[in-house]
């Protein structure tokens, strides 16, 4: 798969006519307040699906849950705050105990929110880069609280309508060779000086995240793909240099088609247990060719030919994540 194919794809494959009555299911949708996520929760609402906007800002929640309750009246879903800090790893499972002691299910997880280019030396509250402590360690350490409820929910559903959705980048531009660079010293992510490279180790790494959790809950019959969901005009680019904002908006597309290729993968039926784990890209394709060679070959252990590095980096959030599961 080409990259200009990802830069200019064909035309949406999955819109709102085709989104199913979502009456009865509930889905988990960080950063819904703004961007990709926004929308995503406003297409779920319209068809009736109890959404958790997931997010620090309670201001930006009740802005969110007032502004697409007005678009849909006539809509019996249900907009639910869940407030998380993904850059603070003690806001987790608070979060998620809330979560559990309101609902009894969780159908759709749909890791969206992300941090990108922030200012050099950003840290997260523990102290890690905060490009991948937003975009990697804190998605990875909510999964973990969020598995019990999927897995049981799964126990009911149809296989792999239960699904974990992680949003990654077009992988075939910035990346380092293997997709993340490992230290030796302390088995995790080299933080570069550069924070664009730091972004696309940490979209390498939900790439590997969402592998990692399919090998481990395929027999639970759930789906756990990654996304690019394509070149959007949204929130992630406010701390881009000026010229190149100004060029992203005037070629980028709307935030709702970003929200098309996110519900794709969350959603329709031309996905199955055979295809978890893998890429979805915009605006709503799975392709098994979509992943660059060098980041596939992380994908394989070291007795397969590969790298093993999707497993090192998951035992790196898991070392990393411990003291607070």
């Not at 085709?18 to 297409?43: K, W, Y």
């Not at 906007?53 to 879903?77: D, F, L, W």
């Not at 850059?87 to 992300?114: C, S, W, Y």
Request: glycine share 10%; proline share 6%.
């Amino acid at each position: 798969m080409s990259i200009f194919q990802q830069i200019f794809p064909p035309s949406p494959t999955f819109t709102e006519k085709d989104i199913p009555d979502q009456t009865g299911r509930v889905f988990i949708i960080t950063g819904g307040a703004s961007g990709i996520g926004f929308e995503a929760v406003n297409l779920l609402y319209a068809q009736h699906a109890a959404v958790y906007i997931a997010t620090r800002s309670v201001e930006k929640i009740k802005n969110a849950i007032e502004t697409i309750k007005a678009q849909h009246p006539s809509s019996h879903g249900r907009l639910e705050s869940l407030i998380v800090d993904l850059a603070d790893l003690r806001t987790i499972k608070p979060a998620v105990l809330d979560f559990q002691q309101r609902e009894p299910r969780l159908d759709v997880v749909v890791h969206n929110a992300g941090v990108m280019m922030p200012p050099r030396g950003s840290t997260t509250a523990q102290g890690h880069d905060l490009e991948m402590g937003t975009n990697c360690l804190g998605p990875f350490l909510l999964q973990h609280y969020l598995q019990d409820i999927m897995c049981r929910t799964a126990g009911t559903a149809s296989p792999g309508s239960v699904r974990v959705v992680w949003l990654s980048s077009m992988l075939g531009v910035g990346t380092v060779p293997g997709g993340i660079e490992m230290e030796a010293a302390t088995g995790g992510p080299v933080i570069n000086t550069d924070p664009m490279k730091n972004y696309m180790q940490s979209k390498v790494g939900n790439v590997f995240l969402a592998h990692e959790v399919a090998q481990r809950l395929a027999a639970d019959g759930i789906l756990s793909v990654s996304v690019n969901p394509g070149l959007m005009k949204t929130d992630l680019q406010r701390h881009m240099p000026p010229l190149a904002g100004r060029i992203m908006k005037t070629f980028f597309k709307p935030a709702k088609w970003g929200a098309y290729t996110e519900l794709y993968a969350a959603l329709s039926p031309d996905l199955t247990l055979e295809h978890s784990g893998g890429h979805i890209i915009p605006w709503g394709r799975y392709c098994s060719r979509s992943i660059p060679e060098h980041i596939a070959n992380g994908l394989k252990g070291e007795s397969e030919g590969g790298t093993g590095t999707s497993e090192k980096f998951w035992q790196w959030c898991e070392g990393v994540t411990e003291e607070y599961q």
